[in-house]
């Protein structure tokens, strides 16, 4: 194992252990160096690669301090490598969406606070009768993302906000191309809606089953019909 790698992983491992916790500064390089038995030059590779990924974070004339560990933050370097999908993998994002978000409805409806569930309402009302497809996506995205973050689950709400953009331009390439997409949308909407305010889990989950392999559904047949 390459020195930077042996740095990184005694660094996870005060993390693991407790010994450095959320929040808290490491100590002095040199000190840190010594006491782990490293180079200065692997710990401070060790430091770069750490706060690469959000684990670390380094504060100039400060010190390196333990980031919060939350998991929006440490899924924020899934966010910047899922930008570099291609297209041939947006049917990869969607069958994942369609195996997660349907398990975020089924939490949101047993879970999410009836004044959520009512500014999920006045989200819907909020577009109309005739929005643009534009608008229509915009809502989708916040209509998803609340879902997504009632469900009560962290890291879920996070993989699925992660995973959301990369299927934004099929949406929109949807509504624009395929028969009574918005109104099919909006009207799955207002289904997976009434199960998570009836509280019927099962429905939410269901119904978020539906809308999302409509999706994926139509962009299969449609690449399928290019090929």
């Not at 100039?60 to 998991?71: N, W």
């Not at 947006?90 to 369609?98: A, G, K, S, Y």
Request: glycine share 6%.
């Amino acid at each position: 194992m390459a020195l930077t790698d042996v740095a990184i992983e005694r660094i996870k491992d005060m993390i693991r252990t407790g010994e450095l916790k959320p929040g808290d500064k490491l100590p002095r390089e040199p000190d840190l160096a010594q006491s782990l038995g490293l180079s200065r030059n692997s710990l401070r590779e060790a430091v770069k690669a750490l706060s690469a990924i959000n684990i670390l974070t380094v504060r100039q004339g400060d010190g390196t301090y333990v980031t919060s560990l939350e998991p929006r933050l440490l899924l924020e370097t899934l966010a910047f490598m899922v930008d570099f999908h291609r297209d041939d993998t947006v049917l990869e994002f969607l069958e994942v969406r369609r195996i997660l978000e349907p398990a975020a409805a089924a939490k949101c409806a047993q879970l999410m606070p009836d004044d959520d569930v009512v500014a999920l309402r006045e989200l819907l009302d909020g577009l109309g009768p005739d929005p643009t497809i534009e608008e229509l996506v915009e809502n989708d995205l916040e209509f998803h993302r609340r879902i997504a973050a009632g469900s009560g689950n962290t890291v879920l709400a996070s993989l699925i906000e992660s995973l959301s953009g990369p299927t934004a331009r099929a949406r929109v390439w949807r509504g624009m191309t395929q028969d009574a997409a918005i109104e099919r949308t909006l009207s799955e909407h207002r289904s997976i809606l009434e199960a998570i305010q009836q509280r019927q889990p099962e429905a939410a989950r269901s119904w978020t089953t539906v809308h999302i392999g409509g999706v994926e559904q139509w962009l299969q047949d449609t690449l399928t019909e290019r090929s």
